[in-house]
């Protein structure tokens, strides 16, 4: 009974080790896309579609929309499926099947859970604007779409600390700041308006309640 408790514990940890590890290996393969091929020429028709289509429907100043764009003509997600394939097809002949179909279920959920947070991210009034996590992370998906060489991550950003392209929102809006007051005392010292300087003061003390 102890010899079978014991077989079944390991069994057990093995099983949440695999999915774990698929998880991991998936967020890092599509951030590692989306970082080579995403937004560099060597990505070939990728590249140009998440260009052309992608970041041209989420812009700067049209992050996002009542329903998300980009189902049809310029969607990458298929792209995404021929490296999911190459590796299972070897993870295939190297695991136990038991450890196979875990990483199958587990590689299948967090592909699911990628391409679903990325639509969420860019769809207006979304149920899940209700979790913290979730504001955080659109927050930091929202950074790639105004600073395209940073947050290349969709759901661990971590990854992006590693790779060094990891940019914090808070970063923008204090240099967003910084920016607006610089150029107001410019503008206040070449055109002294005294009613404009409260006003200005009150500018500023707005941009900053968002940091």
């Not at 808070?170 to 007051?181: G, H, K």
Request: charged share 10%.
């Amino acid at each position: 009974m102890l010899q079978s408790s014991s077989w079944l514990l390991t069994q057990l940890l093995l099983f949440v080790v695999t999915a774990a590890v698929t998880h991991l290996v998936v967020s890092l393969g599509q951030t590692l896309l989306h970082y080579k091929l995403g937004h560099h020429p060597i990505g070939g028709t990728l590249f140009h579609n998440h260009i052309n289509f992608h970041h041209t429907f989420y812009s700067k100043d049209h992050l996002v929309s009542q329903t998300y764009l980009g189902e049809g003509e310029g969607n990458n997600t298929p792209f995404f499926f021929i490296p999911v394939f190459l590796v299972g097809g070897c993870a295939y002949f190297l695991l136990p099947i038991t450890l196979f179909v875990v990483m199958v279920i587990a590689c299948a959920v967090s592909f699911y859970a990628h391409v679903y947070l990325d639509k969420e991210y860019h769809v207006q009034g979304s149920q899940l604007q209700r979790f913290a996590w979730f504001r955080k992370k659109q927050a930091l998906h929202f950074v790639h779409h105004q600073h395209a060489k940073t947050n290349f991550a969709v759901i661990h950003f971590f990854w992006d600390r590693i790779l060094g392209t990891y940019r914090n929102p808070q970063v923008s809006n204090t240099i967003a700041v910084r920016s607006f007051a610089q150029i107001s005392k410019t503008l206040l010292s070449l055109f002294p308006i005294p009613d404009s300087v409260d006003l200005v003061h009150r500018c500023v003390s707005y941009l900053r309640s968002y940091r």
